[in-house]
């Protein structure tokens, strides 16, 4: 099937966990879509019907190829004559700073194909300003158009949670603003073909703040429960039994678990902005480091020595039954334990192989398996694992995710 010829041109810069959803989401909705990535890899596995994202089944790819209404790309010149288009692409952290690099190149890259009445829209997870006074200048440069006036430009968070079955793009409400009422409308007008609901907002600004304010409230109530997890063994109480207890409280009361770590793509808070959620990246950030220095002392106290051990790893992603590995914690205990002489297997079935370390062995999960390790540790709960087995057939199992049970199990 053709697109017809009046459908809107979306292009969609990115397309990993956050942008191949939103553009097969966009074509769907009867937008013709041109998904572009720099990554050539990612680019012909999609154009061959392969899904590099675990909540995208090949089959909706499949489709989506099929009706003519999406193609992928790693040219910028397919970008050329766009109505909308959404920059999703990565804000890596080093050393606890964003590098924002990727959102001025990909600016760079489509403003010369931007035209008049176009809409830009960034959806990457950045700090308040980003969309105003780092990306709009670049646009405006480069396309000698004014935001606001020739062109709409706006800021939208993304709010993907891999692995959940229920709040998907689609049904998740959106927030939205523009530089101004022409371009807040003309990003809302965009999103509510696309969304159930929107949530407009005043400005970019706004709009940023609120991403802020999301990641911040995750970071710092999973940093209460991580450190209330590693004072609350020695007094003889089980966290995870007065976590269930407390969320029975009807009013005043989100219940968070502990867990090696964080994960997923957040944005870091600067210690002089909000001094209390910094810290509480602080504490997180550390959790893995707590997580493998458990592990040496259980095998010591076993006689074994970390060196030379072999650690089976249950699951690299951030999140269960997601492929995300984005900053996750269980590559950071991989890490950590083969630093320290550790033979490292891994379980992953959900993550692409090709964006697992290459010095990480990966192996089915297997009675034989977990029997042959000195530790099986669960670092991320997917469901598929059989966790019964592993508790039976283990020696020594270190949970920090609280789904095994018996006398082999020590809990985070």
Same mark, same amino acid.
């Given at each position: ?16 966990? $956050?942008?191949? &959803? ?9 937008? @013709? ?14 154009? /061959?019907?392969?899904?590099? $994202?675990?909540? $995208? ?85 480069? *396309? =000698? ?43 809302? =007008?965009?999103? *509510?073909?696309?969304?159930?609901? #929107? $949530? &407009?907002? *005043?400005?970019?600004?706004? /709009? ?39 969320? #029975? ?19 870091? !808070? ?17 959790? &893995? @480091? ?24 249950? =699951? ?21 334990? #083969?630093?320290?002489? /550790? ?36 670092? @991320? ?8 087995? !592993?508790?039976?057939?283990? @020696? ?9 049970? =018996? ?6």
């Amino acid at each position: 099937m053709e697109p017809t010829e009046d459908s809107q041109r979306v292009v969609v810069v990115g397309q990993g966990h $956050v942008g191949l &959803p939103l553009a097969l989401r966009a074509a769907e909705a009867g937008f @013709t879509v041109t998904g572009i990535d720099i990554d050539e890899q990612r680019v012909k596995r999609l154009a /061959a019907g392969d899904s590099c $994202v675990g909540d $995208v089944p090949a089959e909706r790819l499949t489709e989506a190829l099929a009706s003519g209404r999406y193609r992928a790309s790693t040219d910028y010149a397919d970008a050329h004559g766009f109505d909308v288009c959404v920059i999703t692409v990565p804000v890596p952290v080093h050393d606890g700073v964003p590098d924002r690099g990727a959102i001025v190149d990909a600016g760079r890259a489509v403003a010369p194909h931007l035209r008049p009445r176009a809409t830009v829209v960034l959806e990457s997870t950045t700090a308040p300003g980003t969309t105003e006074e780092l990306l709009r200048p670049v646009l405006e440069e480069i *396309s =000698g158009l004014t935001a606001g006036s020739a062109f709409h430009l706006g800021y939208s968070p993304e709010r993907t949670d891999p692995g959940n079955p229920r709040w998907r793009l689609e049904n998740t409400p959106k927030v939205v603003s523009g530089v101004n009422v022409r371009s807040l409308l003309a990003v809302d =007008g965009f999103y *509510s073909r696309i969304v159930r609901n #929107t $949530v &407009p907002v *005043s400005s970019p600004r706004t /709009a940023e703040l609120t991403k802020l304010i999301e990641d911040a409230f995750r970071q710092v109530n999973i940093a209460l429960v991580n450190e209330l997890a590693t004072v609350t063994g020695s007094m003889g109480t089980d966290i995870r039994e007065a976590i269930d207890a407390a969320a #029975t409280k009807p009013y005043g009361f989100l219940p968070f678990h502990p867990g090696p770590g964080v994960g997923g793509h957040r944005l870091p !808070v600067p210690r002089g902005l909000l001094r209390f959620a910094a810290l509480a990246e602080e504490i997180n950030g550390l959790m &893995p @480091t707590q997580v493998v220095d458990r592990i040496v002392a259980g095998l010591d106290a076993r006689q074994r020595p970390v060196d030379g051990s072999r650690v089976l790893l249950l =699951g690299l992603a951030y999140k269960r039954d997601s492929g995300d590995l984005r900053e996750s914690p269980a590559l950071a205990i991989a890490a950590g334990l #083969t630093a320290r002489g /550790a033979r490292v297997h891994a379980v992953e079935p959900y993550a692409d192989p090709a964006r697992l370390p290459a010095d990480l062995l990966c192996v089915e999960l297997t009675e034989e398996e977990a029997a042959a390790a000195d530790v099986v540790v669960v670092a @991320t709960d997917h469901d598929v694992f059989d966790y019964t087995m !592993v508790a039976r057939a283990a @020696t020594y199992v270190f949970d920090t995710r609280n789904r095994c049970r =018996g006398e082999s199990v020590e809990r985070l």
